[in-house]
């Protein structure tokens, strides 16, 4: 049944790209089988710097409910998860995710001397620069670097979005940004695009304009590999209808057919809570939590949650102290969630954060996000994270 | 072979300008590219107008301030400080829209040119939109100016002090973010100073600070007058003499040079080509309109390997079409949005390093997109796409959220696969055709396409005339040269210049 279908697809993508697609793509087309037990990473990135302190809440911490007279989670809200540490109301299956065993909470996540623009913060996230270094491609596009050197894979990385983040933008390897395949195999079958690319004869040319039919030529190819593959195994499972959801059905399709692709990225937004917090967090959290719940759900009963590792992260956390809007500013250091079926420490894998011990009211951090980084490379996905991430970061646990 | 004068003359206008605009479709091939920079210089001698979009409420506003400010410490109320960020949001994107309606359609084109890729080089992200207005007005005036008296004009501007920090850089509390971007993105490049260097410049630019207005101010109870010991030179230095050891170095030209050569010449750089330009740069005191004239005066500049050999920035796109086909745009919206899927706003570098350029400006998406444009701006189409949020400019609203709710979609024609709640956005431009299509009109029918994208394209394109002309409307002369443009805009060929 396996090989059956292995095969169908084989043919399947020769008949309908093939013809369309220039030679030194060809090799692309047949190598693109994957295992099962592919091990896949979602990375969720919550935009806009969500506020940590109210999504694991310290509901101990007199400090906590002092900085936060009216914003703060009081103790019969918060979804509590060990004596001391609690969720937001809204992450009821979160909740359920840590009594299984499938869900890691990092604390105090940032890394030195942190900077409180969103882009530049989230600049730093995504290429994992030092504070002061700028760097122009992102660290997992210099996965698909060291990755798919000369196997010109552009699915190894999917972003469920129109515009590819600078996190998937290798050197010379890229992503592809697809905010729903179908639409994108419209985009790609205009006829025109097909027939001139056939025109383009220099395959191996390695001028501007060789680079950019090089670009077409994947984009194309991938279009119709993506669409293919997620018509193969589309999910029955019910999704919310969210922006979320879709995105997340979207994936668990892919996950399920025979895709390459080893890194799904997706975003959700916007955290920047500096008004009537409360709110807007609270929808925000419903939407991940009802779309991470279904998705979790629909992994397990493909029995595929142990090969996903799905992510959270923001650019910055908030400040401790709630502001005169009911809301919060910008801060520094945050939380992550880590799901997965496959994790090995599970649970709060460290302190919380001291409340205590601020840095001009904002908190330090001490887990430093390349270290989290260099786990996923090095562990989850079995890559050089030294290479990739220019120096060596000791790996953490959770994997 | 040698190339015409019409191709080295659109070679210049694309890289000296932001490409030929259609009225000067017939003087391409009469003059010598010599004769057409000399034009070029002469439109751009003027000093630009300073740009004013900030609106009455704003200045009001500043001005009550510092009314105020002479009598007793006045604090916005919460509400105000609101009002004041929305207006000046606003403010920033009125400039973006006003520039790049002047690098369509001022003569200046040589001016903005340069002074688009100074914006690049000092790039700073500020959301008050009175220092991007001066910051903007000190990069247009000295944009063919002398580069020292640039560099301290920037370096003494509320955008870039406060973008870079140095606000908060005072003697014994030193901040280090303004020295450092200085040296590293500003003159000399990174691996050219120690770290010890910036801390002691650090101390030389403490006090530099503005005001309320944005003029500068010099704070002399925060400044550091300590010795200090930069670059191998020991002195009780302040900013400005510091910013004189840097341009005494030779390697700041060089730095400047190759950044330029990049920008206006090719990716690819001709080591011998750059030593010289920087050598005379720098002897010439750093005039920059003598080394623009050195590139774009010269030989090489109109060598084969040079021309189409650049990717154009989304900007250079955007207007570079726009010069060729003059439109009325329905919607000012459409030009942010196609600025932000492409990945270049004017006045939101993504940082100080400004944007990368090249091949980073080409993935799957952004080049899919860019090859959609004209079928979009005939089409009235639906873009159909939504930019990523920028928190910093959006301040925690939806995309969209505070535009006009969507324009009206003509035909009714249903995209697929849209998500509810998606932003719906077309161009809807009225392209005025007649000009463009009378340009052509000497030209006999069966060398009409190629006439067209020897205008339009910068190099030679592998795809046949015929297949150009498949996909063309030949039921009249005016109907194929509209449509052959449209798809010729929309190759891979035209994304070069």
Not at chain 1, 109 to 120: I, K, L, Q, T, W
Not at chain 2, 274 to 295: C, H, N, P, T, V
Request: hydrophobic share 35%.
């Amino acid at each position: 049944m396996y090989i059956k279908r292995k095969k169908f697809i084989q043919i399947g993508s020769l008949a309908t790209a093939s013809l369309l697609v220039p030679k030194f793509l060809k090799a692309f087309e047949s190598k693109s089988m994957v295992i099962p037990g592919n091990k896949v990473v979602v990375i969720l990135q919550l935009s806009g710097g969500n506020d940590g302190l109210n999504t694991v809440i310290p509901f101990r911490n007199d400090l906590y409910y002092k900085a936060r007279p009216r914003l703060g989670i009081t103790k019969d809200k918060a979804l509590r998860l060990t004596d001391e540490v609690g969720l937001n109301p809204a992450l009821t299956g979160f909740r359920d995710l840590f009594d299984d065993g499938g869900l890691a909470i990092l604390n105090n996540v940032g890394y030195p001397n942190p900077d409180r623009s969103h882009f530049r913060s989230m600049d730093i996230w995504h290429t994992a620069s030092e504070s002061n270094e700028y760097l122009t491609n992102g660290w997992m596009g210099r996965y698909l670097d060291s990755q798919c050197k000369g196997c010109d894979k552009p699915t190894q990385a999917i972003e469920i979005d129109d515009v590819l983040s600078l996190a998937l933008k290798g050197e010379n390897i890229k992503g592809i940004a697809v905010k729903d395949p179908r639409r994108l195999y419209g985009t790609a079958n205009e006829k025109f695009f097909r027939e001139i690319l056939k025109n383009h004869q220099d395959e191996a040319g390695e001028q501007p304009v060789d680079y950019l039919y090089k670009t077409m030529a994947e984009t194309l190819s991938s279009a119709d590999y993506i669409f293919q593959q997620s018509k193969m195994h589309p999910t029955n499972a019910v999704y919310p209808t969210t922006g979320l959801g879709n995105s997340l059905k979207t994936i668990a399709s892919l996950i399920f057919s025979e895709i390459n692709t080893k890194v799904y990225y997706v975003s959700l937004g916007s955290f920047d809570t500096h008004i009537n917090q409360e709110a807007q967090q609270g929808r925000l959290f419903t939407e991940m939590n009802d779309a991470v719940k279904a998705f979790v759900k629909d992994l397990k009963a493909q029995h595929r949650f142990e090969d996903v590792m799905l992510f959270t992260f923001s650019e910055f956390g908030r400040r401790v102290q709630q502001n005169a809007s009911n809301g919060t500013d910008h801060g520094t250091a945050n939380n992550m969630f880590l799901v997965s079926g496959g994790l090995k420490q599970k649970g709060v894998l460290n302190a919380m954060p001291d409340l205590g011990d601020l840095n001009e009211g904002d908190l330090k951090y001490n887990v430093d996000f390349k270290n989290v980084y260099a786990t996923i490379l090095n562990k989850w996905l079995k890559a050089d994270d030294i290479a990739i991430l220019g120096k060596k970061y000791d790996c953490l646990g959770f994997v | 072979m040698s190339l015409t004068n019409q191709v080295k003359n659109q070679h210049l206008m694309w890289r000296a300008g932001f490409g030929p605009a259609v009225e000067q479709l017939g003087d391409l091939s009469k003059f010598t590219p010599k004769q057409f920079y000399t034009g070029l210089l002469k439109a751009s001698s003027k000093k630009p107008e300073y740009i004013d979009v900030a609106d009455d409420y704003l200045k009001g506003l500043v001005m009550g301030i510092e009314e105020a400010g002479r009598q007793q410490k006045k604090e916005l109320s919460a509400d105000e400080k609101k009002l004041r960020q929305q207006k000046s949001r606003e403010g920033v994107r009125n400039l973006n829209i006003y520039w790049m309606h002047e690098m369509v359609n001022s003569a200046s084109q040589l001016r903005e040119k340069a002074a688009f890729f100074w914006h690049g080089h000092f790039a700073c992200r500020n959301l008050n939109v009175f220092y991007q207005q001066g910051l903007l007005d000190i990069l247009r005036r000295n944009a063919l100016g002398n580069f020292g008296t640039m560099l301290k004009e920037v370096s003494k501007s509320a955008a870039m002090l406060n973008f870079l920090n140095n606000q908060q850089n005072r003697k014994d509390h030193p901040n280090e973010n303004f020295a450092r971007e200085v040296m590293e993105l500003f003159t000399l490049g990174r691996g050219n100073y120690t770290e010890h260097d910036v801390k002691e410049a650090a101390r030389a630019f403490t006090g530099w600070s503005a005001d309320v207005k944005g003029d500068y101010v010099f704070r002399r109870f925060q400044h550091d007058f300590g010795t200090k010991t930069i670059l191998g030179k020991s002195g009780d230095f302040d900013g400005e003499e510091v910013l004189d050891i840097l341009l005494e170095q030779k390697q700041t030209a060089k730095y400047i040079t190759q950044k330029l050569y990049k920008f206006f010449v090719n990716e690819k750089i001709d080591k011998d080509k750059l030593d010289w330009l920087a050598d005379r740069f720098y002897k010439s005191g750093y005039e920059i309109g003598k080394l623009l004239e050195d590139i774009f005066t010269s030989e090489w500049f109109y060598d084969e390997k040079n021309v189409g050999a650049n990717i154009k920035s989304p900007v250079e796109l955007i207007v570079g079409i726009q010069r060729m086909l003059p439109m009325k745009l329905e919607n000012d919206e459409a030009l942010m949005l196609l600025q932000r899927v492409l990945g270049q706003l004017l006045f939101y570098p993504p940082n100080v390093a400004g944007w990368p350029g090249g091949k980073a400006w080409i993935d799957s998406s952004s080049l899919m997109m860019r090859m959609r444009i004209p079928k979009l701006i005939n089409d009235i189409d639906e873009m159909n796409v939504n930019a990523k949020a920028d928190d910093d400019t959006m301040m925690g609203m939806k995309d969209g959220e505070d535009q006009a709710k969507g324009n009206k979609k003509p035909g009714g024609k249903q995209a697929a696969g849209a998500y509810a709640g998606m932003r719906r956005q077309v161009i809807n431009a009225d392209v005025d055709w007649k000009q463009y299509v009378k340009k052509f009109e000497s030209v006999i029918r069966e060398k009409l396409g190629e006439e067209i994208s020897k205008t339009l394209l910068q190099v030679k394109s592998g795809v046949s005339m015929d297949l150009i002309k498949q996909f063309s409307d030949e039921t009249g002369r005016e109907n194929f040269i509209r449509t052959a443009t449209l798809q010729i805009m929309s190759m891979p060929e035209y994304q070069l210049c």
